[in-house]
């Protein structure tokens, strides 16, 4: 019996269509989303980004038809790859001084954290998952390995969330305004005060999607705790009212390995704040 990639057991090699690069040795197919991979990938780890990018989907449809049809793909990283290795990020540069991007810390440690590094090396320390047209996420992080540096969250999931929130822009934007003004609201009312969510609002999206799936580490704003979904709703209704109507009423992903998990927690005391004291 043929199966359809969507459906399908195990990564096949990607077909003429998706137009991929040689490096690629594997795919696997999330609602028209092509998710590939080196041969140096495990199929387990395939399957599982697979899984989540489908269910994160599986609510607005249209969003998924609108990321397939904009040449949307993710690429997923062995344990032993780098952002660099990828064809189309080997081109990289490290940010400038005014990136957009930048957290507060990184902007008031530029010089040492950023400018003192090369390209590589910068890119290889920030991060194992990249959002947008070239996404990418890792193996060690879907899988929710020790080795990942990450471990306790899935960034898999905050990554797609990205993708999400650009999918809103074009389809709905009545629902994108309605995530500026939350993002608006936090900001004025203090809320996520000094956390990786008051960035950009599309940090505000992609953390508050890791809350809404019960995948985020423990967030503590001033003694304030937020893990699970219910602890979103009551800290920041406007988000988790938007998110609502991006996810429906699903707050676990198949596959997703720090759904619900303990490991959420960090052992210890928990702290009065949890956002990088810089």
Known sequence: MLLVAGCATAPVPPPDTVGAEPFYAKYVDARGVPILSSSRVSNEALLAARDMARDMLSYRPELAEWLAANDYRVAIIAQDEALLDLPDKAHWTKPARDDPRLTRCELKHYDTRIGAKSDRQYWDERARGIGGERTVGSEEDVLGLPSSRYYGETIFVHEMAHNVLFAIEAVDPALYREIEAAYA?????????????????????????QVWFNSNRLVVVDGRRILNHPDLEAYDPRLYAALARAYGSRHRLKSDP??????????????????EVC
């Open 185 to 209: 609201n936090a900001l004025a009312s203090d809320l996520w005060l000094n956390e990786y969510a008051t960035t950009t609002i599309q940090e505000y999206w992609a953390e508050g999607t």
């Open 258 to 275: 720090f759904a619900m998990s303990a490991a959420r927690v960090p052992p210890g005391p928990i702290p009065e704040n949890t956002a």
